[in-house]
């Protein structure tokens, strides 16, 4: 005979007929036996896991999806739907075998094949969970240099959660709720429908076209770049002034230098394919469900490979800057965390850091003493050593007794004023005397902190919560030329981020180069754990 079946479908001999039990299924005229084998299955399988376990003994191990009551199927549907559904959020679907579950619920026979079926799901549905809320990744275990703390929700918490709400709307409620998820989501459809459709078409063959000119290689860029939703539907065939227009909007969208000439490093973008951009969408989403919380209502957001700082007000960006950042070489590339800006420093002092202390002034000071004459030489005391007095050949990096201290000046390394947020990283925001370095497309070359192109009006910025007349009142500071911390009223969260790909505020993709290759190694990952890119062949 046929019989409903515990994935909500009709299934030949599921378990015979199904009756309510204690443990929510049981066979047949079902009795204490059939109760007893159910609950043992469930208490030997769930000890594997200290979290299942004590879930399960709260609930005197009667089961929440393995029921035949309305709850239990809808929890069982739910679960499966969003098992198939793993894809829509690039994650790793090799880890959540919807068919498979299905296959052992139809093979059920005995109370304990639900038993073992039953902790299962539940050991699925925390897998699923914890992957989409939190992210499929551990990322400092992926990438070093992420130092990024991820925020779990407790386990009890997650099948609490499932067990008193509604199981569909609960399951999609896990993702991150952010604007820039759903966001990113939606170009993921859009560039896979755009992959089904054939892409975007040859590729632009030339090493660079200009305005004025006409050709194959401009009819493939005309082409191509209306496939990409940059220019309008065309027929002309000369590099004219709508298209130059939309070399303009890619370049934008691309944080290349916007001229409106195909050179070069445009073309190398233009020719990206949809794969490639579809792996820093899965990547980038990633990140966000390891940025899952709430940020504050007032944060920074410095991404690294847009080379910008912004403050973000209840969503909206108040105030945006070029910056700096750490260059792609050893231990200079600037790490990924957030922290708390507790106050910033006008006319700092810059204390050199230890590393570049004894790898690049010290082999300077053995060959002349009076070399970098503009920064000090301080004892432990911190008084300034008179150079003719000190052998520092006698010194190796390892037993050099002193530190270096450049004082306030307009040529101090910092500029006239730093911002803090204390972290044992040694990272912060700062000014800089070297300004013509804003100037490039790729603005990697500190030491790992974060410069600023403006920041005295990122000062203002930071001060009008708290001032009345925050220039002048940074100004007054200035002009005294002594050193001078003023602190925050209210602290201001600070998330240093890696993304090569996100949205702006009307919803469209830009992409930024991969400078410090951590996206590749993240994208690597994240195939390992089982993350496919669909609707790509082979």
């Given at each position: ?5 515990f ?18 299924i ?10 007893t ?33 309305d ?32 296959r ?14 039953e ?17 499929a990744?551990?990322p ?29 709307g609960?399951?999609?409620?896990l ?14 459809f ?5 992959l089904s ?16 000119e ?20 065309s ?21 290349l ?9 445009t ?35 410095v ?8 403050i ?5 960006v108040?105030?945006e ?46 060959a ?31 037993t ?22 204390p ?25 790992g ?12 910025a ?9 220039e002048?009142?940074f ?5 005294t ?6 602190n ?15 949205t ?29 890119l ?5």
């Open positions: 005979m046929e019989l409903t079946g994935a909500g479908r009709t299934t030949k001999a599921a378990l015979f007929a199904l009756v309510l039990g204690a443990g929510g049981a066979l047949p005229h079902a009795g204490v036996a059939q109760v084998a159910f609950k043992q299955a469930v208490a030997e399988t769930g000890a594997r896991d200290g979290d299942i376990a004590k879930f399960y003994r709260q609930q005197d191990f009667e089961g929440i999806w393995t029921g035949d009551e709850v239990h199927r809808a929890r069982r549907a739910a679960l499966l739907d969003a098992l198939r559904r793993a894809d829509d959020h690039g994650l790793p679907v090799a880890r959540y075998d919807a068919d498979k579950l299905e052992q619920m139809a093979a059920a026979r005995t109370p304990r094949d639900l038993g073992r079926i902790v299962e799901m539940t050991r699925m549905y925390l897998q699923y969970a914890r992957d989409l809320q939190s992210g990744l551990i400092s275990r992926t990438v070093s240099a992420i130092k990024r703390e991820v925020r779990y929700t407790d386990r009890s918490e997650l099948l609490r959660g499932l067990v008193a709400g509604r199981p569909a609960y399951l999609r409620s993702a991150p709720r952010t604007i820039e998820y759903s966001a990113l989501m939606k170009q993921k859009l560039l896979q429908e755009q459709r054939g892409g975007w078409g040859p590729v632009v063959t030339a090493s660079s076209v200009k305005p004025g006409t050709g194959p290689a401009v009819v493939n860029l005309r082409d191509r770049l209306m496939r990409m939703g940059y220019l309008k539907r027929n002309a065939r000369g590099y004219d002034a709508q298209l130059t227009a939309a070399v303009v909007a890619f370049q934008q969208a691309h944080g230098e916007q001229d409106g000439v195909a050179g070069e490093g073309i190398k973008q233009i020719n990206e394919g949809i794969e490639a951009r579809l792996k820093s969408i899965l990547v980038a989403m990633e990140r966000e469900r390891w940025l899952n919380h709430e940020r504050g209502e007032r944060h920074i957001l991404n690294i490979p847009d080379f910008t700082a912004k973000v007000d209840n969503g909206r108040t105030f800057t070029r910056s700096v950042v750490g260059a792609a070489r050893e231990d200079r590339p600037t790490p990924e965390f957030s922290d708390m800006m507790s106050h910033m420093v006008i006319n700092p002092s810059w204390y050199v850091p230890r590393s570049i202390v004894v790898n690049e002034y010290l082999p300077a000071l053995r002349n003493p009076n070399a970098v004459r503009h920064i000090d030489v301080v004892d432990r005391s911190g008084r300034t050593v008179r150079r003719s007095s000190a052998n520092f050949s006698r010194y190796s990096a390892r050099f007794p002193y530190s270096m201290r450049q004082p306030p000046s307009k040529s101090n390394a910092l500029g006239l004023v730093k911002f803090m947020f972290n044992k990283y040694n990272i912060y925001l700062h000014d800089t005397p070297a300004k013509s370095l804003f100037n490039r497309e790729v603005r990697a070359f500190s030491h902190c974060v410069r600023l192109n403006d920041p005295f009006d990122f000062a203002y930071l001060l009008s919560k708290q001032e009345a007349d925050p002048g009142f100004k007054s500071r200035l002009r030329g002594r050193e001078s911390r003023v925050l009223a209210t602290e201001v969260p600070v998330h240093i981020i890696y993304r090569t790909a996100y702006d505020a009307r919803g469209n993709l830009n992409f930024r180069r991969d400078i410090y290759g951590r996206d590749a190694r993240i994208w690597d990952a994240l195939q390992k754990a089982g993350v496919v669909s609707g790509v062949q082979g």
